[in-house]
């Protein structure tokens, strides 16, 4: 290793659960087998209990079965009624490393698979976020899936999603030697960075690039049939009181250790024996256990497995550390905590990250800012010397890196590459051409591309461009009428671009829709707060408080509305009703503060700005209210620093 090197280790909340079901082993009932008959009978009551074994020992096959009728009727059906997450219906074992399944066709469509919810979970896009230092508009990655020009169906997220360069290529395109290793969309692993895809841990092809690395680094992939019991006993320790028949969690548990313990092989692999100036390396153990075990919901046998990936990463983190010394500077990211979901409904905040560093340079025990994930990549290239790009609205961390940059890069960090889509193979449905394998598929594709419009109107709307989320949004509510949450987004977007009219024509409709929606008498205040109408925002306020009681973000939304109307008592009293709803809420503490100050209670005002600023070190507007307070105090000294901590605040605000 030479020069000054950055080692960076991100724990997301990346969520991927691979269920491996247990092998259960029975007999049969003794019973002959009746031809042309359904065995046992029609009857649920006589179906058999136990499972049957059909065992060969032959060169060929175990069983065959075939349908000689020319023109139609299939070979076999398989059926069953499993809930996700337990046995699938149709299983092939390979016990030998061989193919588990083979199919043939001498026609032109293979087959084809269905699933009757195509909707899908929103794939997380901070892990690419980080790794480009740009919003999804512009890195590209919207969905969990993505087009298959092949079958004008969907597949699963791959590089080809990524619509900008990640900060490891952009270094080693600057000469740097780079490495990543497990980051999500980097498969198939392309260059010029040293490259171990996400797909690597799964046994995927072209996982390593360059290839010359795979004798190195694929005998290294970890499987979950590897752990043995007295090792999983370390993460479920009354794992024996675990029916893993019927609960398929542990084997979940294996698949996802597993894949952090392949990660961390070849990490360390290539950091102890390569030459590197920067490493990106990504565990995701952390969210995917996160989902197969909530909180809420975790058995009292699972209640250690949180806890014990916590230490089992402390370790993967040590050896990182070991293996970087001392002259390396070292930052881990999360976008969240372990189990915290992306928005809590109940206090209506969205979840915190976590950046610690380390290294030369770095001050121990110094605290950061105003910062976010897309601050991550300009701080990177900030380090290594090279000057912000202008295309990313991110900031470096000057916390971080404390030398000016002295360099601009020589790549655009934005790639020319348009979304596949599907529009040709239409223009030619028009024209009576037909592909009977695209139709099949066409109702997941269109499904696929309604989340990705979805998820870009959201992303359009973070960063107050509701212009441009708006048609979008208007499209999916014309083919999805009966979409709520579409319309309420809509509604949120025309109410942010200013058409209020608009606005209260989609809450209107929705109220009568469902007049028993909590969000009616804060949609039709907030509505009210738009156009001034200030004491119809607290009628409707009112109205909401005492159907569905006292939620802290109702009180808080209450305050403001009193605030705007200059009437301070009602408005500290609501805002202390939401602190006493949840202490956490750092906006009512700062309403409170405001309203305490303009009544004159200016001690009190201070001690809740100062509330405010501990929960939320970096809104501006609470450190100017503490500054107000303060002077009117006469601490003038104290109200200095307080008025400097809004300004530096207010020059750091970004979108992120």
Request: proline share 6%; aromatic share 6%; net charge negative.
């Amino acid at each position: 290793m030479s020069g000054r090197t950055l080692r960076y280790i991100l724990v997301g909340a990346l969520a991927l659960a691979i269920g491996i079901p247990s092998v259960a082993i029975g007999f049969g009932e003794g019973r002959s087998l009746l031809l042309g008959k359904r065995n046992p009978s029609p009857s649920g009551s006589k179906a058999l209990s136990t499972e049957t074994e059909i065992i060969a020992s032959n060169g060929t096959y175990g069983t065959r079965q075939s349908n000689k009728k020319d023109g139609d009727g299939g070979g076999a059906i398989y059926g069953c009624r499993s809930n996700p997450g337990n046995e699938p219906c149709v299983r092939a074992n390979n016990l030998k490393g061989g193919r588990a399944f083979e199919f043939a066709t001498v026609g032109k469509e293979g087959g084809r698979i269905e699933t009757g919810d195509a909707s899908g979970a929103p794939f997380t896009t901070n892990a690419t976020g980080v790794a480009t230092g740009l919003n999804a508009d512009r890195h590209g990655v919207l969905d969990q899936v993505e087009p298959d020009p092949v079958t004008a169906g969907v597949r699963p997220l791959t590089r080809a999603s990524v619509q900008a360069i990640p900060v490891w290529d952009l270094l080693a395109r600057e000469g740097l030697r780079c490495q990543v290793i497990g980051w999500p969309a980097t498969h198939p692993a392309s260059g010029p960075a040293t490259c171990v895809s996400d797909g690597f841990a799964f046994g995927l092809p072209d996982t390593v690039r360059p290839q010359s690395l795979e004798p190195r680094l694929l005998p290294l992939r970890f499987k979950p049939n590897e752990w043995t019991g007295d090792e999983l006993a370390l993460f479920v320790p009354e794992l024996t009181r675990i029916d893993q028949d019927k609960d398929k969690r542990l084997a979940k548990l294996a698949v996802i250790l597993a894949e952090a313990v392949s990660v961390h092989a070849a990490a360390t692999t290539l950091l102890e024996t390569d030459e590197w100036d920067f490493a990106a390396v990504w565990f995701g153990v952390l969210g995917r256990a996160a989902e197969i075990f909530p909180d809420e919901t975790v058995d009292e046998v699972y209640k250690d497995v949180i806890s014990g990936i916590y230490r089992f990463l402390d370790l993967f983190l040590g050896r990182l550390l070991s293996l970087a010394g001392p002259e390396t500077i070292v930052m881990l990211v999360s976008d969240r905590t372990a189990g915290a979901s992306e928005w809590r409904d109940s206090v209506g905040r969205g979840a915190r990250g976590m950046l610690c560093a380390t290294g030369p340079g770095i001050e121990a025990d110094k605290l950061t800012f105003g910062t976010g994930l897309l601050d991550v990549t300009p701080t990177i290239l900030s380090l290594f010397g090279f000057s912000p790009v202008p295309e990313m609205p991110g900031r470096a961390i000057v916390e971080i890196t404390h030398r000016p940059p002295a360099r601009a890069l020589r790549t655009p960090v934005q790639l020319p590459k348009p979304e596949p889509d599907f529009a040709d193979a239409i223009e030619l449905e028009d024209f009576g051409y037909t592909d009977s394998i695209a139709a099949s598929w066409r109702a997941e594709a269109d499904a696929a591309r309604r989340r990705r419009d979805l998820h870009l109107a959201r992303v359009l709307m973070s960063q107050n461009r509701s212009e441009e989320a708006i048609p979008l949004l208007q499209r999916l509510s014309a083919e999805t009428p009966d979409a709520i949450d579409i319309r309420l987004f809509l509604g949120h977007a025309l109410f942010q671009h200013g058409r209020i009219d608009e606005c209260r024509s989609i809450c209107e409709t929705l109220v009568a829709e469902c007049p028993d929606s909590p969000y009616a008498s804060v949609g039709r205040a907030h509505l009210a707060l738009a156009e001034g109408a200030y004491a119809e925002a607290v009628r409707h306020l009112a109205a909401g408080r005492g159907s569905w009681g006292m939620i802290a973000t109702l009180d808080a939304v209450v305050g403001e509305a009193y605030l705007r109307m200059a009437r301070y008592q009602e408005a500290a009293a609501a805002f202390r009703s939401a602190v006493a709803t949840d202490p956490d809420l750092a906006a009512a503490h700062e309403g409170l503060a405001r309203a305490l100050l303009a009544i004159g209670n200016h001690e009190e005002a201070a001690e809740s700005a100062l509330d405010a600023i501990r929960l939320r070190y970096d809104q501006p507007g609470a450190h100017e209210t503490l500054a107000r307070a303060l002077r009117a105090l006469g601490r003038k000294k104290e109200a200095a620093e307080a008025t400097r901590a809004s300004e530096m605040l207010r020059g750091r605000q970004s979108v992120a």
